[in-house]
Every structure is written in structure tokens, then in C-alpha cells.
T-cell receptor, first 111, second 114 residues
Framework: RKEVEQDPGPFNVPEGATVAFNCTYS??????FFWYRQDCRKEPKLLMS???SGNEDGRFTAQLNRASQYISLLIRDSKLSDSATYLC????????????FGTGTRLQVTL | DTAVSQTPKYLVTQMGNDKSIKCEQN?????MYWYKQDSKKFLKIMFS???????INETVPNRFSPKSPDKAHLNLHINSLELGDSAVYFC?????????????FGPGTRLTVT
């Protein structure tokens, strides 16, 4: 089983739609979870950390389900500028923080 | 003001050559990283340094040698370049080694080995 698994997509959605991405992770001892966004030929940028109780940042909502080892990202009212690859990121427990990146889910928002 | 910067942005070189990539962060962070993103877009950690000390060396061939002259800089030297080294190399930094520390990435160096 991959350490971090995501559906690669692409997800093609019209502007204004709500879209959800899911991610599963294999190490139950993982403590920190993030969503990063990567635009084509650019560096990954932190979108949001994911907290146990779930958290929201504007149109973005992240949820964590530790029992099922599952993380989700919900984007409401999609904008053209949301088109990007969304990377699910989980820390690998050990003596030092080491992040494991999923291969990403590509989102294309269209008119 | 660029938080994490890398040079060069593009590097095209022949097999067998030796090359270096430089990284600098002006965030005052203690921890720096090198990642490799291959053609399948899979991003994988190579090294991390904390206060100039090597913390993670992720089974990278010893042709790759990182060097941290101070905690704001982490350079990557690659000897005897091979075709398979072609990738985008990202430098990143974080405040500390804490698991919840957010990592900030540089713009990447696109290395092409011919």
C-alpha cells in the first residue's frame, strides 16, 4: 500500500461547482497533515494544515478521519484560478519531520 | 522579497559532468530540505538539515552531496551526472523539525541531463 494515496484525476468542474478530494494514508502514527497546491511548472505551496477537528479557510474545508486514515479537501464555489494539482501531505513519524507527498489530484475548473 | 531562492532555475548539462545548485532562505528558519520531483510529478525528499547538521539522508546515491555552510544556505552538488538525474529539484525550509512545521518551497531547478 502506498504511504499516501490520492486519485490523480483530472477533475473537470465548471466554475461555481463544489468539488471534494480524498486522500488515504498508511501510517497510523502520522501526526501532521497538510494540503499543498502546485501550479504547472511551479513549486508546491501550502494551502492549509489539517487539524483533528477539521478546519475551514474561506472556500476551503479540510477534514481528518484518524480512524479511517483519511483526509479530505472540499472546495466550494470553484474559481478558474483554483485549477492546479492538490497534493495531500502527511508527516512520517520518526526522529525528524519527514513529509510524504501524494502524487496529487489535478483540478481543472472551466467556464 | 523571495523567501526561498534557488539558482540556477534551469540547468542543461551532459552526462558525466558535475554541477551544483544553490539554495538560500531569508525566513530565519532552522531546517532546510532538498526534494526531487521526477517526470511523473512524484515529489520525494532527499535530504534535510537542521542548524547545518544532516538529519535525513534518504537513500540517495552518494554522487549527491549536500552542504550547509550556515543555516540559511543548503547547496546540492551532484557528481557524474546521469540521465536519470533529470528532474526538478526543490529546496524547502521550515521553522523547525517539528512535525507540524510548515515547509516553504523554492521555485525549483529544472535539471536536464543529455
Amino acid at each position: 500500500r502506498k504511504e499516501v494515496e490520492q486519485d490523480p484525476g483530472p477533475f473537470n468542474v465548471p466554475e461555481g461547482a463544489t468539488v471534494a478530494f480524498n486522500c488515504t494514508y498508511s501510517n497510523s502514527a502520522s501526526q501532521s497533515f497538510f494540503w499543498y497546491r502546485q501550479d504547472c511548472r511551479k513549486e508546491p505551496k501550502l494551502l492549509m494544515s489539517v487539524y483533528s477537528s477539521g478546519n475551514e479557510d474561506g472556500r476551503f474545508t479540510a477534514q481528518l478521519n484518524r480512524a479511517s486514515q483519511y483526509i479530505s479537501l472540499l472546495i466550494r464555489d470553484s474559481k478558474l484560478s483554483d485549477s492546479a494539482t492538490y497534493l495531500c501531505v502527511v508527516n512520517k513519524p520518526g526522529t525528524a519531520s519527514k513529509l510524504t507527498f501524494g502524487t496529487g489530484t489535478r483540478l481543472q475548473v472551466t467556464l | 522579497d523571495t523567501a526561498v531562492s534557488q539558482t540556477p532555475k534551469y540547468l542543461v548539462t551532459q552526462m558525466g559532468n558535475d554541477k551544483s545548485i544553490k539554495c538560500e532562505q531569508n525566513l530565519g528558519h532552522d531546517t532546510m530540505y532538498w526534494y526531487k520531483q521526477d517526470s511523473k510529478k512524484f515529489l520525494k525528499i532527499m535530504f534535510s538539515y537542521n542548524n547545518k547538521e544532516l538529519i535525513i539522508n534518504e537513500t540517495v546515491p552518494n554522487r549527491f552531496s549536500p552542504k550547509s555552510p550556515d543555516k540559511a544556505h543548503l547547496n546540492l552538488h551532484i557528481n557524474s551526472l546521469e540521465l536519470g538525474d533529470s528532474a526538478v529539484y526543490f529546496c524547502a525550509s521550515s521553522l523547525s523539525l517539528a512535525p507540524q512545521a510548515e515547509q516553504y518551497f523554492g521555485p525549483g531547478t529544472r535539471l536536464t541531463v543529455t
